[in-house]
């Protein structure tokens, strides 16, 4: 990678010292030197407020600024502004297909307002250009004639230049990539395509928000060669510099590119090592061999496989930042992971990756399988574009490892959408010949706020109707600031339909729907309602596939919240394959997979147990951090009552599961639960669980370290994580809080590790 850096700047210096600043300036349309109001091109300035132009520089600054192609004079701006003079020629005309804004800049000791820094705005519609601040970064924006609002933005922290002494800011555009540079090295860059807004005739604007000093400013309207960037910031030798120092810092994120295969094997080996040694890891979850991750993005069962997909996250090299490749340090992309039995998985690499053109700055966000499609087709967001297509090079394969975007993406753009459309992160099936899609996790058509989705109409995927909102939510259910984002849409018995969703507000959950959906009307009615996760937990992003046998499997996204858990090497699991049905009276029906007993080992049995609120049972023969409890509990007279596991012999960790009569409930209760979660502000999750006082409490527990899954009577399942500190801490109890239970039946098994 060192190698790679320093031929870019060997480039530099071969072409570099064909230049002059003053060259350079020649053909610039405005050069504001600013020991005046006067411009270099005719254009007169006006000064409002406190601003003062013609201020002498001296020693070092002043042979820096004549280095550069100043005159060794400032303008220095405490809350005034220079504003373009309107003659009877009319403004400054700017056109064409590429344009260069420069500005030279220092920041003063107060903190910069929020506003135009260097611009020809007037809003986003007729903006040509605006370099400006704000949320604490510098941003610059473009627009052109062929694309409604803005065609690109780019920002760097505000910090970049407002600390350490004169910078040099240049924004170029070419006619087909916008690319940020801060002291002549690349920032970031973006995509753009089109003519320059020559219609805009609105004044420049100079200084509005900044509290410091300008050298000069300057526009082309031509794109300035790498080597005029390099000259105008300082030369190649001194940008050469800033990139030793600045590549230390951009490898902290993105890691070392230059490491030996005899280094990458030793660090592979020791962060599988690191990894596997982690007592909390889980051993038979769904995850990552290594790294963190996030959504579950796409589901389906292919040829005998199941297949997992999920959001990962990928820095670009360091090379890749230095040369302006993409705007972020990160971005997300697709991985993917198959399996033949629910249990034992294959990691199968990534499937979707972003670029690192500029194109994709965020990289690729949710979606899912297009359920009933004839072959495996995913359907996501690209942030910025809108709504995308992939599919896998060789559908006959089993293992779907080689997908490709198709060309025409987006197939639903952001650009042009209805404006009670919120495109975003979207879910589509196959019924009968047409493709509908739920995209987006907001519409803003008055009567249909909170949670709700638009629906699409396809033919073949490309061309895509726009029908109008999926549902409307009801208050009795969920509140104005929910939100139905990463939706998925199935047939779940009785003639119902079951909606899917995740949601961001109040705080990520899983939540679903049934109801009824009318194909003729297309339109669905929700009529129940239901959660998967409650304040506490931290189980979202959920999804679902229809197996070969009929059964509709759901998995969902466990996040880790754990204390600096992305330093372990890896965060998050998905929650245990789970079969969702309707009962008999239309509640939803929730089975652990039946594939998941091929792990057991080890057995336990216990018949008749007595427990009372004056002594609980501590089950001596039952101890692990890797268990299945399965437990019929008759009340009697107890109200509260259930099990603790992961308990220390001194009871100071254990994770108390309480079931409760009086309240209808199932907790869990996290003030014991270890010294290592983040649970300074959660004491506890609470689930409805509604129970009758003679009716058997059917309970069963998966305990895989630090995640836990407790299901009852097919009726609830409460997700939690947990962190216990203590190696002791691996005991099971019973217990009551008040009268007396019986425990018909219990039996336990340890839990084989597949990881």
Known sequence: MLTRLFSLTLAFSLTAHAFEPKDIFKDAVLVLQLDGLAASSGVMMKADGAVKVGVELKGKERDESLARGGDGKVAVFEGGVLTEV????GPLSIAGEAMTVLLRVRGGGEAWKSGEVFAR??????????????????????????????????????????????????????????LLFVDGVAAGSVKVAGHLRAENKLPFTLGKAMRGQVDHAAVWTRALSDAEVATLSGGAKAIAEKNTGRLREIEKVTGRDDLKLVDKLRAARELREQIQSDPLRPRWHLGTPDGVWNDINGTVFWKGRYHVFFQSLIAPDAATVLSGGDVGTNRKEWTHASSADLVHWVYRGTS??????????????????????????????????????????????????????IQENPVIKLEGAPEEVVIFDPF????????????????????????????????????????????????????????????????????????????????????????TWDAKAERFTPERHGKMNWPGGHLAAPETLLDAKGRRIFWGWVREARKGATSKGWGSVATLPRLFSLHDDGELKIEP????????YDERRHTDLKVSATRDLTLDDIRGDSLELRLIIEPDSAKEFGLAVRCSPDGKEQTPIVLSLPKQTLRTELTK?????????????????????????RVRVFLDRSILEVFVNERQCLTQRIYPARKDSLGVKLFTRDGEMTVKSLEAWKMMPVF
């Not at 099936?429 to 009567?447: F, Q």
């Not at 997979?593 to 057991?600: F, G, I, Q, V």
């Not at 983040?678 to 509604?690: C, G, L, R, S, Y």
Request: glycine share 12%; with cysteine; net charge negative.
């Open 86 to 89: 309107i003659g009877e020629k």
């Open 352 to 405: 979707l990756r972003p670029v690192f053109d500029g194109s994709q700055p965020k990289g690729f966000y949710s979606g899912d399988m297009i359920d009933g499609a004839d072959v495996p087709t995913l359907i996501y967001h690209i942030p910025g574009q809108g709504t995308a297509i992939a599919k896998p090079v060789n559908a006959d394969d089993p293992e779907l490892i080689e997908w490709q975007p």
């Open 121 to 178: 705005h007037g809003g986003h519609e007729v903006t040509l250009f605006n370099l400006h601040v704000n949320k604490g970064e510098l941003g610059f924006e473009l627009g052109v004639q062929e694309k409604k609002g803005l065609a690109g933005r780019l920002a760097v922290p505000l910090e970049s230049i407002t600390k350490g002494g004169w910078h040099d800011v240049i924004a170029r555009f070419d006619g087909a990539k916008l």
């Open 593 to 600: 997979a039946p594939e998941l007993e091929s792990l057991r």
């Open 673 to 697: 639960s270890g010294a290592e979660g983040n649970f300074k502000d959660i004491t506890e999750q609470v689930a409805p669980m509604p129970l009758k006082a003679d009716e058997p409490v």
């Open 428 to 515: 589509a099936w196959k019924e009968g010949d047409l493709y509908y899609a739920l995209i987006g996790n907001k519409n803003k058509r008055p009567g249909f706020e909170g949670d709700t989705t638009s629906l699409y109409r396809s033919r073949d995927l490309l061309k895509w109707e726009y029908r109008g909102p999926f549902y409307q939510s009801d208050r009795k259910w969920t509140t104005e600031v929910e939100d139905c984002a990463c939706p998925d849409f199935y047939p779940i018995g009785q003639g119902k339909h079951m909606l899917l969703m995740h949601t961001h507000m109040p705080y990520f959950q899983a939540q679903y729907y049934i109801g």
